[in-house]
């Protein structure tokens, strides 16, 4: 099984700074990999597919990259509704996600 | 546009077995574009995905449960269905219904609200 392994834990920002958040697999996973945000009592949204396409209707202001084992979601100036959880999920080997990383108001 | 719905008991005694169905409306299931999807996530914790089945049929499971996961679809009624058998308190989560957009996304592009499913006598 592929693990991914999300840092940091936490995440403390104030609106308008970047967040940059990382996914490193234990193994290649190409570029195969997605992001999404979660907010409390909410379903996972899909952000980012295949490492650095946006989804659908996200912003431009979230961005991916990154391959083979190491991945970067970045968020380039925060706003209020982009306090959420974080998760990367890889699809090179059947599926599994990251642990996810909070981001929350500094 | 799609949308999916999850169904079925809130509750469920120890040893017994979880019965959920995802109803999909705004789309046929039976698009060969996707891959349908059960997602599940305990109290607090992270994203653990159970499995999925094509609309012809075909499924793939999650190593870690196949020995007690079903999936079935019945195109009829653009559903499809999740069986967990020999539940414990560890399969206490909310289940989610996903879509897998297997020809351009490549992700789970739409979820369902999520049902939470308690294991408890």
């Known amino acids: 099984e592929i693990v991914l392994t999300q840092s940091p834990a936490t995440l403390s920002l104030s609106p308008g700074e970047r967040a940059t958040l990382s996914c490193r697999a234990s193994q290649s996973v190409s570029s195969y990999l997605a992001w999404y945000q979660q907010k409390p009592g909410q379903a996972p949204r899909l952000l980012i597919y295949d490492a650095s396409n946006r989804a659908t209707g996200i912003p431009a202001r979230f961005s991916g990259s990154g391959s083979g084992t190491d991945f970067t979601l970045t968020i380039s100036s925060l706003e209020p509704e982009d306090f959420a959880v974080y998760y990367c999920?890889?699809?090179?080997?059947?599926?599994?996600f990251g642990p996810g990383t909070k981001v929350d108001i500094k | 546009q799609v949308q999916l719905q999850e169904s079925g008991p809130g509750l469920v005694k120890p040893s017994q077995t979880l019965s959920l169905t995802c109803t999909v409306s705004?789309?046929?299931?039976?698009?060969?574009?996707?891959?349908w999807s059960w997602i599940r996530q305990p109290p607090g914790k992270g994203l653990e995905w159970i499995g999925y089945?094509?609309?012809?049929?075909?499924?793939y499971y999650n190593p870690s449960l196949k020995s007690r996961v079903t999936i079935s679809v019945d195109t009829s009624k653009n559903q499809f269905s999740l069986k967990l058998s020999s539940v414990t308190a560890a399969d206490t989560a909310v289940y989610y219904c996903?879509?897998?957009?297997?020809?351009?996304?490549?992700?789970?592009?739409?979820w369902g609200q999520g049902t939470m499913v308690t294991v408890s006598s």
């Open positions: 999920q890889q699809r090179s080997n059947g599926f599994t």
């Open positions: 705004g789309g046929s299931i039976s698009s060969g574009d996707y891959y």
């Open positions: 996903a879509r897998f957009y297997g020809t351009n996304d490549h992700a789970f592009d739409i």
């Open positions: 089945i094509y609309y012809s049929g075909s499924t």
